[in-house]
């Protein structure tokens, strides 16, 4: 029951800025998205997160549109060695506990 | 220290064995999950210790047992496995059990049953 859509995958030059896309329309007014990222062959890294307003961090920048329907996440300066799987996730509260929803993932090679 | 370790990193087991993975954490984090990633999918939620009290079971068949001797450290008990359990098994902590705001995970057992 993932909430999230992303493409499968995408390319990006070296030292140019990757937009990775992300719809989830069926998202609710409290339902915060995150986003991870996952190099081969390591665990899940943690890169942003955030509600409705835009969010910046030293890895990343992340813009949500007005209706939160789907977000984009910016990697301004893209390197070899952000090449992996980034995962959009949306945070729902079940009961008492807060779970991550994942998604499918986008798998995002950067070229030299 | 922000570091998550599992150990072993791989291991391979047969179906009437019995094994154990084993998570680590030092920085203090109250909630604690252990994850399971078959290959090209996303990680799937096992199971959720908050303050050392398992709070989420994700409908784990009971050959999964898992144990949170203290805040530290995580345990799943592996027993009678089906050569369908393997997958990478993740271990993650965060801060706070209510607030997910970041959790951070181990490198993971890569788990072959035969």
């Known amino acids: 029951d993932a909430k999230t859509t992303q493409p499968p995958s995408m390319d990006c030059a070296e030292g140019r800025a990757a937009n990775l896309p992300c719809n989830h329309s069926t998202i609710s007014g409290n339902e915060y998205v995150y986003w991870y990222r996952q190099i081969h062959s390591q665990g899940p890294q943690y890169i942003i997160h955030g509600l409705k307003n835009n969010e910046t961090n030293e890895m990343a920048s992340l813009i949500i549109t007005e209706d939160r329907k789907s977000s984009t996440l910016i990697l301004p300066h893209a390197t070899l060695r952000d090449t992996a799987v980034y995962y959009c996730?949306?945070?729902?509260?079940?009961?008492?506990?807060?779970?991550?929803?994942w998604g499918a993932g986008t798998k995002l090679i950067i070229k030299p | 220290d922000t570091e998550v370790t599992q150990t072993p990193k791989h291991l391979v087991m047969g179906m009437t064995n019995k094994k154990s993975l084993k998570c680590e954490q030092h920085m203090g984090h109250r909630a604690m999950y252990w994850y399971k990633q078959k290959a090209k999918k996303p990680p799937e939620l096992m199971f959720v210790?908050?303050?050392?009290?398992?709070?989420i079971n994700e409908s784990v068949p009971s050959r999964f047992s898992p144990e949170c001797p203290n805040s530290s450290l995580l345990n799943l008990h592996l027993h009678a496995l089906q050569p369908e359990d393997s997958a990478l098994y993740l271990c993650?902590?965060?801060?706070?059990?209510?607030?997910?705001?970041?959790?951070?995970f181990g490198p993971g057992t890569r788990l072959t049953v035969l």
């Open positions: 993650a902590s965060s801060q706070d059990p209510q607030s997910y705001n970041e959790q951070f």
């Open positions: 210790y908050s303050y050392e009290k398992l709070s």
């Open positions: 996730i949306v945070r729902v509260l079940r009961g008492s506990n807060y779970q991550l929803i």
